[in-house]
């Protein structure tokens, strides 16, 4: 059983356009992230949502939005997408916001 | 903002070798994590470390939440070559409660056969 899935694995897509990532955990936890890798491996959290409640946002741009339909599930929607925005893309969860995080397998997002 | 600094960078050694990284920050962090990412998947949960002092190990891997609280290693015993990957410490400041981690910048191992 695959504990935090995201979908799609891979994203090609064009400048402009808009495009979403979904992920989805099956732990039962009540608080999930996502964070970006760049192309030097460096991780940054971008939100982090707690019981559906948008906790962080970490100067990440409006063109950004998370949407928690409920606690399982924690989607990025990414409008008027740039060429910077190319990178990986990776969901997590943790029980609550002292405990550790478990990571999806990522979404590689490349704007051409 | 909040900086850990990860060393080394990549370590290049032979099977059957032991492995140190360790991971410093200028701020006080009340956990410690560590995290190994194998290429195309995710991070993937080693060690966490709740307490100063905390020695933990999880098979061949040991970890240390230093006693200042602002330091961290890791130890691999006997290196095999799937123990290949980046491996990465992530921190949360004693002061967050947003459940931000921080990360280091990650030590690349390759082990040789």
């Known amino acids: 059983d695959t504990a935090v899935s995201q979908t799609p694995k891979y994203l090609v897509t064009q400048m402009g356009n808009d495009k979403s990532i979904k992920c989805e955990q099956n732990?039962?936890?009540?608080?999930m992230y996502w964070y970006k890798q760049d192309s030097k491996k460096f991780l940054k959290i971008m939100f982090s949502?707690?019981?559906?409640?948008?906790?962080i946002n970490e100067t990440v741009p409006n063109r950004f939005s998370p949407k928690s339909p409920d606690k399982a599930h924690l989607n990025l929607h990414i409008n008027s997408l740039e060429l910077g925005d190319s990178a990986v893309y990776f969901c997590?969860?943790?029980?609550?916001?002292?405990?550790?995080?478990?990571f999806g397998p990522g979404t590689r997002l490349t704007v051409t | 903002g909040q900086q850990l600094n990860q060393s080394p960078q990549s370590m290049f050694i032979q099977e059957g070798e032991d492995v140190s990284m360790n991971c410093t920050s200028s701020?006080?962090?009340?956990?410690w994590l560590w995290y190994k990412q194998d290429p195309g998947e995710g991070p993937v949960l080693l060690i966490a470390?709740?307490?100063?002092?905390e020695l933990t190990s999880n098979g061949r891997l040991t970890a240390q939440f230093g006693i200042t609280r602002k330091d961290s290693f890791l130890n691999i015993s006997a290196s095999i070559p799937s123990d290949v990957g980046i491996y990465f410490c992530?921190?949360?400041?004693?002061?967050?409660?947003?459940?931000?981690?921080?990360f280091g910048q990650g030590t690349t191992l390759q082990v040789k056969p």
């Open positions: 997590a969860s943790s029980q609550d916001l002292i405990t550790e995080q478990y």
């Open positions: 732990l039962g936890h009540d608080t």
């Open positions: 470390l709740y307490k100063a002092g």
């Open positions: 949502y707690n019981n559906k409640e948008l906790i």
């Open positions: 701020s006080i962090f009340n956990t």
């Open positions: 992530a921190g949360r400041s004693g002061s967050s409660n947003t459940g931000k981690l921080i």
